[in-house]
């Protein structure tokens, strides 16, 4: 069969295994995986020497998102350039509602951000901030593509903050309708006495930016996680908890999965590779997100619930603000702006730190990154593997070849970066979004406004959410590949119903 383009020679990572091949794309679809694929009249990328992955789905991101008093800096065009050079082809965002703003709304609000500057495909999860008048509009937000929720169990300055009885009744709600309620686990009014407690001109003077940890103690994300698991255990509802950042959630949450609940856990990549020494620092406060840093004993232990199943995907929280926002703060942590610059770096990170310094697989990696948020956000198979009848979505990176992280020669509108002066493998050499290449020579090629919106229709992960990725996976160098496995071709298109179904048939 002829190609419109086939991806040369890589090392190429599918869930039926890794294989040094070619990868044949007609469309916007995978349509063949081999060796020595028909090239004539293709567009050939030379992938030798290089892993070619599927293109990463960041779940967890905000991009101009009005925020602790100011508005956060990378919008559509820089957030998706962003992304695009780090490998990722789909994001996920928040659709919050203003104040009195319908569900409907939230959502209109977010198409209208991302039509037209979008580089990359993208959808958001609805945020249910005023239960008892958004509680009867999910039904119909689901009827429209949308089938994941986000309750913040905090922030009720700004207005979004869900008490037990919202958090029930989604759970409830999403039982029902095979939907998934994402949740930000932090215990509030613990967390408001504490920051009331050191809110004074003295101990400001004394630590400074250090009281963002010391006033959110590990109990106050373990406390709410708990707490959730206990709805989500009560309801049956799936849940799944937002960039969790300690040991004790990981505890939880391998406990729960162990008894059969329904939940699962996202971890964010700054929480794998940095710890709260940093507000230690003369730049310190730059560093506040939200959960923040915590200890190196949670940095290690989030490390083991991903090699061992209780951490399902590693996602970023993007939510970029300059210095200049970050300088806000005058020497009061309350007032720093909360969160940081992610998309662009979310995979060579988890390369760089996970697979080249032996923490994980090249296939756990993509398994954390694609697959898994793939097909717990209701994306799999149309995303979030390299197999036949897939979005042609791919990332091509070079093993080894590192670039110094500088925030001047990035994408993102952040002019400071978490990770400056870090040398990382991983950045990606192209990056191709259904087909067309988006990123070419770590430069971005692609144009603006060509992202689209994505309906879902399902959501979680029943069956497989506590199992080891590793046992999925075959090891070891691969004998000569047969495209893939028929049944799993078979069931793949089906489930995607007719669009990949007939890209499926093509590939025979
Ligand atoms: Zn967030």
Redesign the pocket.
């Known amino acids: 069969m002829r190609f419109d383009t086939v991806i040369k020679g890589g090392n190429v990572v599918t869930p039926a295994g890794t294989f040094t091949g070619d990868v044949g794309i007609s469309g916007e679809k995978i349509a063949a995986l081999g060796m020595e694929l028909e090239a004539e009249g293709a567009k050939v990328i030379d992938a030798r020497g290089h892993h070619v992955i599927p293109g990463v789905l960041d779940v967890?991101v905000?991009l101009e998102l009005p925020f602790c008093g100011t508005t956060s800096a990378d919008d559509y065009r820089t957030g998706t350039r962003a992304g695009a050079r780090g490998g990722v082809t789909t994001l996920i965002d928040?659709a919050i509602p203003y104040a009195g703003e319908s569900l409907g709304q939230a959502a209109d609000n977010w198409m209208k951000k991302a039509e037209g500057k979008s580089l990359i495909d993208y959808t958001f999860h609805i945020c249910i901030t005023r239960w008892k008048e958004h509680k009867d509009q999910i039904k119909g937000m689901v009827e429209r593509g949308f089938t994941t929720f986000k309750e913040f169990m905090i922030y009720e300055s700004e207005g979004w903050q869900s008490d037990d009885r919202a958090l029930f009744g989604t759970l409830e709600k999403m039982k029902e309708y095979g939907t998934m309620l994402l949740v930000?686990a932090e215990s509030a009014r613990v967390l408001d006495e504490l920051i009331e407690r050191y809110h004074t001109p003295e101990m400001m003077e004394r630590h400074g930016a250090k009281l963002h940890a010391m006033t959110r103690p590990n109990f106050v994300e373990a406390e709410a996680i708990q707490r959730a698991v206990q709805w989500c255990e009560a309801t049956g509802g799936q849940l799944y908890i937002?960039?969790m950042s300690t040991g004790e959630g990981a505890d939880i949450v391998r406990a729960a999965q162990a008894r059969g609940v329904p939940v699962i856990a996202e971890t964010c990549v700054q929480y794998l590779v940095l710890d709260d020494s940093v507000f230690g620092r003369e730049d310190g406060h730059l560093f506040a997100c939200c959960p923040q840093l915590k200890k190196p004993a949670d940095v290690e232990r989030l490390w083991q619930g991903l090699r061992r199943g209780e951490v399902s995907v590693i996602s970023t929280?993007t939510?970029t603000f300059t210095r200049e926002q970050k300088a806000m703060w005058q020497g009061d942590w309350t007032k720093i702006p909360m969160g940081m610059p992610g998309l662009e770096t979310l995979l060579p990170l988890a390369y760089t730190r996970g697979v080249l310094e032996g923490r994980m697989t090249l296939e756990e990696m993509c398994a954390k990154l694609s697959t898994n948020p793939a097909k717990i956000m209701g994306l799999y198979p149309r995303k979030g593997a390299i197999q036949v009848g897939a979005d042609a979505d791919l990332a091509i990176i070079h093993p080894r070849s590192a670039l110094r992280v500088a925030p001047d020669e990035m994408e993102t509108n952040a002019d400071w970066s978490p990770y400056e002066g870090w040398e990382l493998a991983g950045f990606a050499r192209t990056t191709l979004s259904r087909g067309e290449v988006i990123v070419d020579g770590y430069a971005v090629v692609g144009r603006e406004g060509r992202g689209r919106w994505l309906p879902r229709t399902s959501a979680g992960l029943e069956g497989t959410r506590a199992e080891p990725v590793a046992s999925r996976i075959s090891r070891g160098p691969m004998s000569p590949l047969r495209a893939m496995d028929e049944r799993e071709t078979a069931a793949a298109g089906s489930a995607a119903g007719s669009a990949a179904g007939s890209a499926g048939g093509a590939g025979r």
């Open positions: 967890h905000h928040f930000h937002v960039h929280d939510c």
